[in-house]
Nanobody, 124 residues
């Protein structure tokens, strides 16, 4: 079992930046892929970014490519999402997710463990 706790959400103006963090505990973190998803009101949860176990492979949704960067620190059991040039359409609850293996996937069914989520609100 993996427990995930997100932090770093908040209110920011359009064009601003935020950094989300997710700390994992409960099992070996360094050999599993991690991801970030988001869910806006009235919409389905969508993939944002994923990273493989070593941090050498990343994948991004087209809508965030070039603005958001996923990274991980296996020594600290942490995965982060650096967000810049934020837009109002980035407003959502952001969820950290842990896979059961080392492969990066861009769909929610590929992840077995989820955090509680952190709210990101971008004002225009």
């Amino acid at each position: 079992q993996v427990q995930l706790v997100e932090s770093g959400g908040g209110l920011v103006q359009a064009g601003g930046s935020l950094r989300l963090s997710c700390v994992a505990s409960g099992r070996t973190f360094s050999n599993i892929a991690m991801g970030w998803f988001r869910q806006a009101p009235g919409k389905e949860r969508e993939f944002v970014a994923g990273i493989n176990w070593s941090g050498t492979i990343t994948n991004y949704a087209g809508s965030v490519k070039g603005r958001l960067t996923i990274s991980r620190d296996n020594a600290k059991n942490t995965v982060s999402l650096q967000m810049k040039s934020l837009k109002p359409e980035d407003t959502a609850v952001y969820y950290c997710a842990a896979s059961q293996d080392s492969y990066v996937r861009d769909f929610s069914a590929g992840y077995a463990h989820w955090g509680q989520g952190t709210q990101v609100t971008v004002s225009s």
